[in-house]
């Protein structure tokens, strides 16, 4: 499953640089202009990781950043004309993992998201095994295993799960599933959800029987069980 990357720039001809680098080298890119616009797509789509340029019309990319912090982890680039140490070394303390200043190479900022994502999928590995859930995702092939057994995934079902071993007994409701995992959240319906995790629960039980690995919160929605 490719990387999705999100392009928070409202300059027009460094976007589209940017966008046009990263789908040469097979990711899928998403284009903003504003902060408003990336924090509410970082809470709706499923993001890999966002590109941010520190001069937005509407809001300082150091505040969105702050902000983005509070909800999410993911990793993030700051994309901006100031080459000040102070403002890079703001930037890396408030939370991001990397800072391109312009004018920059395509080719070394790709360079650089690569770097980024495999270092991101490592830690998630470190944290899944430190939780000691015996859950491993392999991101470069799109596969999930369970006890050591790759597991036979739709494309839906293996979004669902990898969500859930990220971060295992968080409570995720049906409609916050959705639309984290969903391209268009609002042509499905969320007895969909339901279907999803009734067939994870059956794959998951032809590894480990009675594993009870999906739980389900009358109300609330469902978790990843946390303690084996």
Not at 119 to 128: E, M, N
Request: charged share 30%.
């Amino acid at each position: 499953m490719p990387s999705t990357i999100l392009i928070v720039d409202d300059e027009r001809a460094i976007a589209e640089t940017v966008e046009y680098a990263l789908r040469v080298e097979g990711y899928v890119p998403l284009c903003c202009t504003t902060g408003t616009d990336a924090l509410e797509m970082v809470k709706t789509r499923q993001i890999d990781l966002v590109i941010l340029d520190v001069g937005l019309p509407d809001r300082s990319g150091f505040e969105i950043c702050k902000d983005l912090r509070k909800i999410s982890e993911i990793p993030l680039i700051f994309l901006t004309a100031r080459s000040d140490e102070i403002d890079r070394v703001l930037g890396l303390e408030i939370g991001a993992d990397d800072y391109v200043v312009k004018p920059f190479s395509p080719r070394e900022l790709v360079a650089r998201v690569k770097t980024i994502l495999k270092r991101s999928a490592s830690s998630a590995v470190s944290i899944s095994r430190a939780t000691r859930i015996p859950f491993f995702v392999d991101d470069q092939r799109c596969k999930v295993f369970f006890f050591d057994t790759a597991l036979d995934l739709s494309k839906y079902e293996l979004r669902i799960l990898s969500l859930f071993i990220k971060w295992p007994g968080r409570v995720f409701s049906r409609e916050e599933i959705m639309n984290k995992i969903w391209e268009s959240p609002d042509m499905s319906l969320e007895r969909t959800i339901d279907s999803h995790i009734k067939s994870l629960r059956a794959k998951l039980e032809l590894v480990r029987a009675n594993s009870d690995a999906i739980v389900t919160h009358r109300g609330l929605g469902y978790s990843l069980k946390e303690e084996w």
